[in-house]
């Protein structure tokens, strides 16, 4: 059996990640870690400070139900904060911990694009808990089309440790959304 992948950090990072695994599950939704989690499994970076950001497979008739549930399992939910991300289909969220409160933004998978990601997704796990994370190439993907600094160096480091078909898989949605520029020469 392979060994899966770990997304590690501090407590605080690592319980909110696990709520809202279990919150999404509960839910019946697919989903798949991004962002800081993504960091963490693929390069190892500490999360620590980072929001929890996850891509999930909902419509919006289900967008509702996400932060009323949320809510009524120990989130933090501002229904006014709710209603002015709904345009970005964004559900942003909090875990609170005696440490401090870690943000968790449900970004709405509304393209095929953030279908694909959360159906290639990869198995890995939060401690004893297994979750899914966007794939190498799919995580590559969203640092391409990031313009931050951080990004840049995150996918440099991301690609030197990607396969061929990898990177073929990665130029190839590049090119497919219209990002030729963008594509990563070996």
């Not at 949605?173 to 030729?180: D, F, S």
């Amino acid at each position: 059996m392979e060994k899966l992948i770990n997304i590690t950090g501090p407590p605080q990072f690592c319980e909110a990640a696990r709520a809202t695994a279990d919150l999404l599950g509960r839910l019946g939704l697919e989903f798949a870690f991004v962002g800081a989690a993504a960091a963490s499994a693929w390069l190892g970076e500490d999360p620590a400070g980072s929001p929890v950001d996850v891509l999930g497979l909902l419509g919006p008739d289900r967008m509702q139900q996400v932060p009323m549930i949320a809510a009524n399992n120990g989130f933090e939910v501002n229904a006014d904060s709710v209603e002015r991300a709904r345009e970005l289909d964004l559900i942003p969220m909090a875990w609170p911990s005696p440490d401090g409160t870690t943000p968790v933004h449900v970004l709405l998978a509304t393209n095929s694009l953030y279908s694909w990601m959360i159906r290639d997704s990869v198995e890995g796990t939060i401690d004893d808990k297994v979750v899914r994370i966007v794939c190498r190439s799919d995580w590559a993907l969203l640092l391409s089309v990031d313009d931050r600094a951080e990004a840049a160096v995150q996918l440099a480091l991301l690609t030197k440790s990607m396969s061929e078909v990898e990177i073929e898989r990665l130029n190839g949605r590049l090119e497919t959304i219209g990002l030729r520029e963008r594509v990563v020469a070996r």
